[in-house]
């Protein structure tokens, strides 16, 4: 009788407790508004959020929060939505928001995709965002990454530069800035074409035009498209010169074998000339 009475007395005190705490409103369970700048936690008595869900001890939290000061100092940080992890010492430790769909076994749903902050190892403060798809079986698969300096790989984990594509890249057009000076100045009187015995020369010896990398560098160092571009121009504006002078020099010959054989004419009209009279004083004796 003595335990009745003291359940009793127990659970009275919880139902007055929670009813101090929280009223209802249509369908809706609300906190009194004198309870409404606390912070609710589950799994957890101290909730640094509006509503903190995490187990006392444990590795992962998820938080909301009406905090959106993300830039401001490190206290201030969390968003509105923060997934978080306990453990900063390791890489790739971090949290993972997944989006997911069932057939009524939400508690083994087929993944479609996620979303994952984790911190890459260079030190506490340095972390990196992952993209993940699921090209088959449900298996969340990294597809794009954001470094924690900005770069962007899409089909590779480590880009290297602003960009870091791991396979084809279709595009309709492509358009680069670049600070590389434009080879115009070859068409200047002042510019020193190199001559083609020059060129013969040089690729008999090193197996690649002059200014453009052999194919060694180019296998271990890549191709700067930009750079490649206008050497590229380069050789096809002194190609163009080259071709401009043999045209020069097609015309001085055309017109000299023009002139040679107009002299071939008048050579051959003078020698029929001195035939014709050759053979006049042999027709007077007759």
């Not at 090193?206 to 194919?215: K, S, T």
């Amino acid at each position: 009788m003595k335990t009745f009475l003291l359940s009793t007395i127990a659970f009275l005190a919880f139902t007055i407790t929670c009813n101090a705490q929280w009223t209802t409103s249509g369908n809706s369970i609300i906190p009194l508004t004198a309870n409404l700048g606390f912070n609710v936690g589950i799994g957890t008595t101290a909730p640094f959020s509006k509503l903190q869900i995490g187990t006392p001890g444990g590795s992962t939290t998820v938080a909301l929060s009406n905090d959106v000061n993300i830039f401001g100092a490190y206290s201030t940080t969390r968003g509105n939505l923060n997934i978080c992890t306990t453990d900063v010492t390791a890489a790739n430790k971090g949290g993972l928001m997944t989006f997911s769909g069932g057939t009524g076994q939400l508690s083994d749903p087929y993944y479609f995709g996620g979303i994952r902050g984790a911190k890459e190892t260079g030190g506490v403060y340095q972390g990196y965002l992952a993209f993940y798809t699921v090209p088959s079986t449900s298996i969340l698969t990294e597809a794009m990454r954001i470094t924690s300096v900005g770069y962007v790989g899409i089909g590779t984990t480590s880009p290297d530069q602003k960009l870091t594509v791991n396979g084809n890249i279709h595009a309709i057009g492509f358009l680069a800035d670049t600070n590389i000076p434009v080879p115009d100045y070859v068409f200047k009187n002042d510019y020193n074409l190199p001559t083609l015995a020059e060129i013969k020369a040089y690729t008999d010896k090193n197996h690649h035009l002059p200014g453009v990398p052999a194919a060694a560098e180019m296998e271990k160092n890549g191709i700067n498209l930009g750079e490649m571009n206008m050497v590229l121009l380069k050789k096809v504006e002194e190609l163009t010169l080259y071709l401009m002078e043999q045209d020069k020099q097609l015309k001085e010959q055309q017109e000299q074998l023009s002139q040679q054989a107009n002299d071939y004419k008048l050579i051959i009209n003078r020698l029929k000339a001195l035939e014709t009279l050759k053979e006049q004083p042999k027709s007077n004796k007759n």
